[in-house]
């Protein structure tokens, strides 16, 4: 496997991709603001945000109904509900200024995959911007209540005998995700791939938006899923399935969405950019305050935002997690962090495994420069400079863009400085 890394852009990896570079190039030299102009103020007073209904979207449903876009010069901020991830791409690729959106919370790998336009109508690429991470842990796995005796849990090869026995009675095994090559896809075809059984071999996996998951499940269109919460929660609270685990015991403290806008609307107002971001991280430290989940799991299970009752959020906002096969924990550590730990800051090291795995799966060439690549896209230096502003404590701003090597449940490591070594130490992949 041929892979290239570098700390900044080489002239390989922009000829490799020369329409994306060249469109990112043009965006900052049409909009020179730098980082940040001298201004104080934020150079509009709104922006098009879209959103799923998942849990883990919280900090921009907060930031609106506590005000806080409004306390920091952005009251006419608009977060709108989308119906889906492809929905989403398709409305940042559209822009606000076309009826479209101009950032998301999204799944963490999807602005990769529209600034590279592997993804996009035409594979035109978008040029795109995270400026945060959202949140870390608490999606989950689960499975249908037919598969309750084999005691499937974190190990996945317990599904192995009655998936190869479904498919010898000629029916399909369906595995659904919410988005290729996004954060529940890698998140499942983990979780199968540990337990031996091969995600694009051994299992047909589907794409389902998150609200439909339970519905779908309940009729039996299919055997497992990959979803945020309260998906996996009301799914168990309406007795349709169970969970077999939560992502937090895949990978503890495992990134998950992030803020993603385009790049050219940072770029034009960069201000802005930082109020937005400053709005948001004190609604991330609202949500992680354990004595907010109630009036939390209240205002998201409204009829505008979720539509769901209350009851199928809190529960594991709060770390208590009934997983439906008889087993029910309380107090755990694998409730969503909003703040806590970093949970805000958007690590370069994290989004360099997501382009590992997208690597990995074939969705990304095996050549792609990642740390080039990832460069351009994470704009940390925007969260750093809200940070200041805000007078976020020295010990909770990163002293670098690395967490580190970090080590999964299987005890597979990886580096985020040799992506190439982890990558070579799996033994199920579609790449070669």
Same mark, same amino acid.
């Given at each position: 496997?041929?892979?290239?890394?570098?700390?900044?852009?080489?002239?390989?990896?922009?000829?490799?991709?020369?329409?994306?570079?060249?469109?990112?190039?043009?965006?900052?030299?049409?909009?020179?603001?730098?980082?940040?102009?001298?201004?104080?103020? /934020? #150079?509009?007073?709104?922006?098009?945000?879209?959103?799923?209904? *998942?849990?883990? !979207?919280?900090?921009?449903?907060?930031?609106?109904?506590?005000?806080?876009?409004?306390?920091?010069?952005?009251?006419?901020?608009?977060?709108?509900?989308?119906?889906?991830?492809?929905?989403?791409?398709?409305?940042?690729?559209?822009? @606000?200024? !076309?009826?479209?959106?101009?950032?998301?919370?999204?799944?963490?790998? *999807?602005?990769?995959? &529209?600034?590279?336009?592997?993804?996009? +109508?035409?594979?035109?690429?978008? =040029?795109?911007?995270?400026?945060?991470?959202?949140?870390?842990?608490? +999606?989950?796995?689960?499975?249908?209540?037919?598969?309750?005796?084999?005691?499937?849990?974190?190990?996945?090869?317990?599904?192995?005998?009655?998936?190869?026995?479904?498919?010898?009675? @000629?029916?399909?095994?369906?595995?659904?995700?919410?988005?290729?090559?996004?954060?529940?896809?890698?998140?499942?075809?983990?979780?199968?791939?540990?337990?031996?059984?091969? =995600?694009?071999?051994?299992?047909?996996?589907?794409? $389902?938006?998150?609200? +439909?998951?339970?519905?779908?499940?309940?009729? @039996?269109?299919?055997?497992?899923?990959?979803?945020?919460?309260?998906?996996?929660?009301?799914?168990?609270?309406?007795?349709?399935?169970?969970?077999?685990?939560?992502?937090?015991?895949?990978?503890?403290?495992?990134?998950?969405?992030?803020?993603?806008?385009?790049?050219?609307? $940072?770029?034009?107002? =960069?201000?802005?950019?930082?109020?937005?971001? &400053?709005?948001?991280? #004190?609604? +991330?430290?609202?949500?992680?305050?354990?004595?907010?989940?109630?009036? &939390?799991?209240?205002?998201?299970?409204?009829?505008?935002?979720?539509?769901? /009752?209350?009851?199928?959020?809190?529960?594991?906002?709060?770390?208590?997690?009934?997983?439906?096969?008889?087993?029910?924990?309380? @107090?755990?550590?694998?409730?969503?962090?909003?703040?806590?730990?970093?949970?805000?800051?958007?690590?370069?090291?994290?989004?360099?495994?997501? &382009?590992? #795995?997208?690597?990995?799966?074939?969705?990304?060439?095996?050549?792609?420069?990642?740390?080039? *690549?990832?460069?351009?896209?994470?704009?940390?230096?925007?969260?750093?400079?809200?940070?200041?502003? *805000?007078?976020?404590?020295?010990?909770?701003?990163?002293?670098?863009?690395?967490?580190?090597?970090?080590?999964?449940?299987?005890?597979?490591?990886?580096?985020?400085?040799?992506?190439? !070594?982890?990558?070579?130490?799996?033994?199920?992949?579609?790449?070669?």
């Amino acid at each position: 496997m041929k892979m290239t890394f570098s700390n900044g852009i080489t002239r390989r990896s922009l000829l490799k991709t020369t329409a994306t570079a060249a469109m990112f190039t043009a965006i900052r030299t049409a909009f020179p603001s730098g980082a940040f102009a001298a201004t104080a103020g /934020p #150079e509009v007073t709104g922006v098009k945000l879209g959103f799923i209904a *998942l849990t883990d !979207a919280a900090p921009l449903i907060i930031a609106k109904e506590k005000g806080l876009f409004e306390k920091y010069g952005m009251p006419d901020v608009e977060v709108a509900k989308q119906a889906s991830w492809g929905a989403t791409r398709d409305n940042l690729a559209l822009g @606000g200024e !076309a009826n479209g959106i101009d950032g998301a919370h999204i799944l963490s790998p *999807l602005p990769y995959l &529209m600034h590279t336009g592997k993804v996009t +109508q035409n594979n035109v690429p978008v =040029p795109m911007a995270i400026l945060s991470r959202l949140n870390t842990d608490s +999606q989950g796995i689960s499975v249908a209540m037919e598969y309750a005796d084999t005691g499937v849990q974190l190990d996945a090869s317990k599904l192995k005998a009655a998936f190869e026995k479904k498919k010898a009675e @000629g029916k399909e095994v369906k595995a659904a995700m919410t988005f290729p090559g996004g954060t529940h896809d890698l998140w499942l075809r983990y979780w199968l791939a540990a337990g031996g059984i091969n =995600p694009d071999k051994d299992v047909s996996t589907i794409v $389902v938006p998150p609200p +439909q998951m339970v519905a779908n499940m309940k009729v @039996g269109n299919m055997d497992c899923f990959c979803v945020g919460e309260p998906w996996n929660e009301q799914l168990v609270n309406q007795g349709i399935g169970f969970t077999a685990t939560t992502t937090g015991e895949l990978w503890k403290g495992h990134p998950e969405k992030a803020l993603g806008i385009r790049a050219d609307w $940072v770029e034009k107002n =960069p201000n802005a950019a930082k109020a937005l971001m &400053m709005a948001v991280m #004190e609604a +991330q430290m609202w949500c992680e305050s354990m004595d907010n989940k109630e009036e &939390m799991a209240s205002i998201l299970g409204k009829r505008q935002w979720f539509n769901v /009752p209350a009851k199928d959020v809190v529960g594991r906002l709060k770390g208590d997690i009934n997983y439906g096969n008889g087993r029910v924990v309380t @107090g755990t550590d694998l409730y969503m962090k909003f703040w806590a730990n970093a949970a805000s800051y958007p690590y370069k090291s994290h989004d360099i495994w997501f &382009m590992a #795995e997208n690597i990995r799966w074939g969705k990304l060439a095996p050549d792609t420069d990642i740390k080039a *690549l990832v460069d351009q896209v994470n704009r940390e230096d925007i969260w750093r400079a809200a940070a200041a502003e *805000l007078g976020v404590a020295a010990a909770d701003i990163p002293a670098t863009t690395s967490r580190g090597k970090e080590t999964f449940f299987d005890g597979k490591v990886f580096d985020p400085e040799n992506p190439s !070594a982890y990558l070579d130490s799996l033994s199920i992949k579609a790449a070669s």
